[in-house]
C-alpha cells in the first residue's frame, strides 16, 4: 500500500520538475 503511494508521489514529482525543466526552456528561447 504504502509502497504503490510512493511510486505515485515519484511519478507526479518526476512529472512536476520535467514539466519545470521544459517550461524554463521555452521561457530562455
Request: glycine fraction near 6%; proline fraction near 0%; charge should be positive.
Amino acid at each position: 500500500y504504502s509502497c504503490s503511494l510512493l511510486r505515485q508521489g515519484m511519478k507526479r514529482i518526476c512529472l512536476t520538475v520535467m514539466n519545470a525543466e521544459s517550461v524554463g526552456k521555452d521561457s530562455d528561447k
